[in-house]
């Protein structure tokens, strides 16, 4: 998985593509989560739009991120969740815990 | 790929324990069931499954011993699409196995997910020990 990182409004925006499942991408996304919350960003949004699946492990890297934001005060939401995505969520009941959105100014403004 | 009036056909995969490998059995499903009767949320699904199976094989059956190998059957039929995944590891009790508590744990989901996303989901030993995860999707019903 590769992570391409931007930032608009005081947002930061980490662009997943690829298959989000474990092994080395755990390291790689806590670690970027880390280095912002280090910079002093308290607001991200994961674009999953090229993100082919997600297994169970992969949820689970997603759940440990949104835990160390909201650790920090700050909050960590979905963008562009694929219907294939969005059924691991429901069957995980994780839905009711992430809020996504399919628009990304309306996601960038729902930090405001 | 075949159609449906035709016999079934099997593919068989070998894996290496590695998670870099987990794309390939996505990879055939979306190749091969293209033409198949089903859904694409059925091939979602139950390719879904199937990385979930393989991924337990890898980690927990063969502890990612890249030697030790995971052997996947796709049998495509008329009525179902069967895969089984085969590791070599000890297996686990799964008629007594019950999800962990807890919404934000960080793992123990992936049989939860097999279960929700399969027709049927069956654990046992093959005959020659190895323990064998069979995951069907059944063909939707035409009514």
Known sequence: ?112 | MSHVNEPSQLVEVMLPSRLLFLGVPDAILMELAGDLPYEQKDIDELSTAVIEACTNAMEHGNGMEQGRRVELHFLFSPDEIRVTVLDQGPGFDFNNWQPPDGLMRERGRGITIMREFTDELTYDHAPDGRFRVQLVKRRPRQD
């Open chain 1, 1 to 112: 998985m590769k992570i391409k990182e931007r930032s608009r409004d005081g947002v930061v925006i980490l662009e997943l593509n690829g298959k989000l499942m474990g092994g080395p991408d755990a390291a790689t996304f806590n670690d970027t989560l880390k280095t912002l919350i280090h910079e002093g960003h308290r607001n991200v949004l994961v674009d999953l739009a090229k993100v082919d699946w997600v297994n169970s492990t992969g949820l689970g890297i997603l759940i440990s991120g949104y835990s160390t934001v909201r650790r920090s005060g700050g909050d960590l939401r979905l963008l562009n969740v694929s219907d294939r995505v969005e059924s691991i969520f429901m069957v995980s009941k994780l839905h009711t815990v992430f809020v996504s959105y399919s628009n990304e100014d309306e996601a960038v403004r729902s930090f405001a």
